[in-house]
């Protein structure tokens, strides 16, 4: 009898040591399955009222099981309790709270309670597999993993990472690219997540970062730390630009991400299935920058917007395809990398806009200040661009103008100033016809054209105008549907305002409605703005 214990004991022991080594998880887990099971069937065969423990010694597999009772001065349920009278007859130093163990004989196992006992061993082994992979692989995003096909389900692929399974879902993976049961793969991990079916490892070989760890791989400078990859921009399978600075002025970073003869690029190329890559020196300057990642093509002009965060580039006529791209692929990839919206023009396109506004300017003044076209001229060539200016500069400046003495300055300025303020009457007669109450036009920085112009986008009260952000004045961008930038038109959007002015009117009517408190008088104007600046965001 005594050797079959001992038998079942080993045999305990040896089962809990084959299934911790199998799973890779530790024996205290398997162990502690096997604890809880007893415990049940324990439970079953002695009552589930009873709080019943089991304990399997590590070392000898000799189990124990138990029941505990607190000791209290009045028993009112006598499975879990014990009077303190009673336990003083079992261990004279008892008290009131502590809990005395009762040993119970081993439980037989019936065959239903064996089953219900293997279903708790392999749940618990189960979730303690599920636990050692998610912790294994949750500090392993960023890497490259390599594994082999196990199954292709619907276009995703399950890679068999051999302690644990990854996916790469359709669109993870580079366009017309298949794989079969058996292929080796290489993946970027880009997530790892806990899920009720058990952690779910997902992997990519269309991320920008997969191609960043592939040049890390092949090009020692990047493992290095001494050429880094700044920004990555990738239509998968098609074509790739990188931008990539060297911390040693004395190391080539593109000549050394293409290697000698290509063979570094190369290796990245193959992996790719054949993706073309541009591999383009970074620049702080964002204009030099912009006009490397639209390489191969070659730029004339580059103009800069920084509230739209725009770009517009002019490239000589010849050169325009070749900029845009098939499919505007070259222009829309420059875009991603530098993260600036690129607007291309060919050379012949511009010197037509040019000549487009400065005739419209020329129109204008002769309208406006009722002037003959040579004038007109004269003010638009010398960069007057609107009635305001002719109307606000200082006498000389527009006296200094070839042609133009003090009188015909001074002439000019007052018809700008008469002009305006025919305007500014239209446009408060405008006001008033819309809705726009008196105290929007009150507002430090509203002028009457900008009141009507509020009153077009239904900006008709203080607490309208107070209500609105930045953006709702000068305008922004959205993603459509299409995935496409939108422009969504400013209510002043066409009166020249910068952020900074807009985000002060919208302040001044805050304090002129109430809402906040106006700055101190002592404070200067820039931190007036500064100041300003914080609620508004």
């Not at 063979?263 to 006009?291: C, H, K, M, S, Y």
């Not at 200016?389 to 000019?412: H, I, K």
Request: with cysteine.
């Amino acid at each position: 009898m005594a050797t079959g214990v001992a038998a079942n004991r080993l045999e305990l022991l040896q089962i809990a040591d084959a299934v911790a080594r199998d799973k890779s998880i530790d024996k205290g887990v398997v162990l502690g399955a096997m604890e809880e099971a007893m415990q049940r069937a324990a439970k079953a065969r002695y009552g589930s009222e009873n709080e019943i423990r089991v304990d399997i010694d590590s070392k000898t597999g000799e189990t124990h099981v138990s029941r505990y009772l607190h000791v209290v001065e009045l028993v009112e349920n006598d499975k879990t309790e014990i009077s303190l009278e009673d336990a003083r007859a079992r261990n004279p130093a008892a008290q009131v709270g502590d809990i005395i163990a009762e040993t119970l004989p081993p439980v037989d196992f019936s065959r239903i309670a064996a089953q219900a006992a293997k279903q708790v061993i392999v749940q618990k082994v189960r979730d303690a597999e599920r636990e050692r992979q998610y912790e294994e692989y949750k500090d392993r995003i960023g890497e490259i993993i390599h594994g082999i096909v196990k199954r292709v389900e619907f276009g995703s692929v399950v890679v068999d990472l051999g302690r644990a399974e990854g996916v790469v879902r359709r669109d993870e993976m580079i366009p017309r690219e298949n794989f079969r049961q058996g292929d080796r793969i290489r993946a970027y991990i880009y997530d790892v997540r806990r899920e009720t079916r058990g952690p779910q490892i997902f992997l990519s070989r269309s991320h920008p970062q997969f191609m960043v760890r592939l040049f890390a791989q092949e090009v020692p400078e990047i493992y290095d730390g001494i050429i880094e990859i700044r920004a990555v921009a990738r239509d998968p399978g098609s074509r790739a630009k990188i931008a990539v600075i060297s911390k040693d002025s004395s190391i080539d970073p593109v000549g050394a991400c293409v290697g000698m003869r290509g063979v570094r690029v190369q290796a990245v190329v193959q992996e790719l299935q054949g993706e073309r890559i541009d591999i383009i020196p970074w620049n702080p300057d964002p204009a030099t920058f912009i006009v490397n990642a639209l390489a191969p093509a070659e730029v004339s002009k580059v103009v800069l917007d920084e509230d739209t965060h725009r770009v517009e580039v002019v490239v000589p006529d010849e050169q325009l395809s070749l900029a845009i791209g098939r499919r505007g692929q070259n222009v829309r990839l420059a875009s991603q990398l530098t993260g600036w919206q690129i607007d291309i023009l060919t050379e012949a396109e511009e010197s037509e806009r040019r000549q487009k506004e400065f005739a419209e300017r020329t129109q204008l003044f002769m309208d406006s200040l009722d002037v003959d076209e040579t004038v007109a001229q004269l003010l638009a060539s010398e960069g007057f661009s609107s009635i305001e200016d002719v109307a606000y500069v200082p006498l000389n400046e527009l006296s200094a103008v070839e042609g133009f003495d003090e009188e015909t300055a001074q002439e000019l300025q007052t018809r700008a100033q008469e002009y305006i303020e025919a305007q500014n009457r239209e446009m408060d007669e405008k006001r008033r016809e819309l809705g726009v109450t008196d105290d929007v036009l009150e507002v430090n920085g509203v002028s009457p054209a900008m009141a009507a112009a509020l009153g077009e986008h239904d900006i008709k009260t203080l607490e309208d105008l107070a209500g609105c952000a930045t953006d709702d004045l000068l305008g922004y961008y959205e993603t459509n549907k299409e995935k496409e930038r939108v422009r969504i038109e400013g209510a002043l959007e066409g009166f020249g305002l910068t952020p900074d002015e807009a985000n002060g009117i919208i302040m001044n009517a805050r304090v002129k409605a109430g809402w906040i408190e106006a700055p101190q008088e002592e404070e200067s104007g820039e931190g007036d703005t500064e100041a300003a600046q914080e609620p508004a965001g």
